[in-house]
């Protein structure tokens, strides 16, 4: 009974969880309708206008429609299985009693793992639900109860983990949605005036007009926060989550580590070849497990063993050495 009620329950706030992608998916498919319908097929009397508007019009609702849908059905991508405690090390350290020993087991895996971040007090970042060792940039998301990838944040919008697998998607359904909203208001607003000024009277298409021009604005304003505050996350090469908490190593926080300098900033995301940078087709560089860094002390990262030291231009002069690096810690962390 109490089995079937969990389930149940669970059942429920996955059902519920779609809610805004419907909403949006709503909102969406009516203001196709209310553009192509009611503005571009019955308020519009020029036939070269008409087809001028639609063909630019589906052009960017492709795009829009096309990276909503690979920000909602990308999967975020979990650790390796090499970051996972295997059967043997499990027992080990489950078997064992003494806290002290227990650190030299999970110690002595990271030791084999390229892992340089560090929980607040210095210490591995262990995750105990998952039964891993947290990747750099790694977080679990209790929403979705898995480790993921260079975590940015769950968005409820696309019932989904943001992430290393769909950041890029994401980013790209911001901008999109944002051409989407500014080119709907700035065709829709002449016949808003002609409307709103009683020149044009069709009942039912005043009704759509006026009111596509209200929500397109309304979702303009809110997006345009939202697109320009992770604009400025990319060219910090940072997350959400860093954002609010700055990322720890070995020699303590820094907000700027993962900092490469905007042009490389924008190529961990996009990546090289800027002819797929517009397109929701995955280019990021990395594998998602370690990350460039821009401090000398994580220069024993792989993915800067044959690199020169990173140019500094341009970059917050808040990153200091410090001294010695802290000893070696593990302390479970969810």
């Not at 064992?96 to 084999?112: G, H, M, S, T």
């Not at 397109?216 to 959400?240: D, K, Q």
Request: hydrophobic share 45%; with cysteine.
């Amino acid at each position: 009974m109490v089995v079937a009620l969990s389930r149940g329950l669970r059942w429920g706030q996955r059902a519920l969880a779609w809610v805004p992608v419907l909403l949006i998916t709503a909102v969406v498919l009516w203001s196709y309708y209310a553009y192509v319908c009611e503005l571009c097929l019955v308020t519009l009397t020029n036939p070269v206008e008409r087809v001028a508007y639609l063909t630019v019009f589906h052009v960017i609702f492709v795009l829009f429609v096309w990276t909503y849908w690979k920000s909602v059905f990308t999967l975020p991508m979990q650790p390796d299985k090499k970051f996972h405690i295997s059967y043997t090390d499990k027992e080990r350290y489950e078997n064992e009693e003494r806290p002290e020993v227990q650190r030299q087991i999970l110690a002595e895996i990271a030791r084999k793992l390229p892992v340089y971040t560090r929980t607040g007090n210095g210490a591995i970042r262990f995750c105990d639900r998952c039964q891993l060792i947290k990747p750099d940039r790694c977080h679990h998301c209790s929403v979705c109860a898995i480790c993921v990838l260079k975590m940015d944040h769950h968005c409820p919008w696309v019932n989904n983990c943001i992430g290393f697998s769909n950041y890029k998607f994401f980013l790209l359904f911001l901008a999109y949605s944002l051409l989407y909203c500014l080119y709907i208001a700035a065709t829709v607003f002449k016949y808003f005036i002609k409307y709103w000024t009683g020149e044009l009277t069709n009942g039912r298409s005043k009704f759509h007009v006026l009111f596509l021009l209200f929500v397109a604005v309304m979702f303009f304003v809110s997006l345009m926060f939202l697109f320009g505050y992770h604009c400025w996350l990319i060219s910090r090469n940072r997350s959400t989550l860093e954002a609010f908490s700055a990322p720890v190593f070995q020699n303590g926080p820094d907000k700027n580590g993962f900092n490469l300098g905007f042009v490389k900033n924008l190529q961990q995301v996009f990546g090289e070849e800027k002819k797929l940078w517009l397109l929701p087709i995955f280019s990021s560089q990395g594998d998602g497990h370690s990350f460039p860094m821009r401090t000398l002390c994580e220069a024993r990262n792989p993915l800067l063993a044959n690199e020169e030291q990173w140019d500094d231009d341009g970059l917050d002069e808040e990153s200091q050495g410090s001294n010695e690096a802290s000893s070696l810690a593990v302390e479970m962390e969810t």
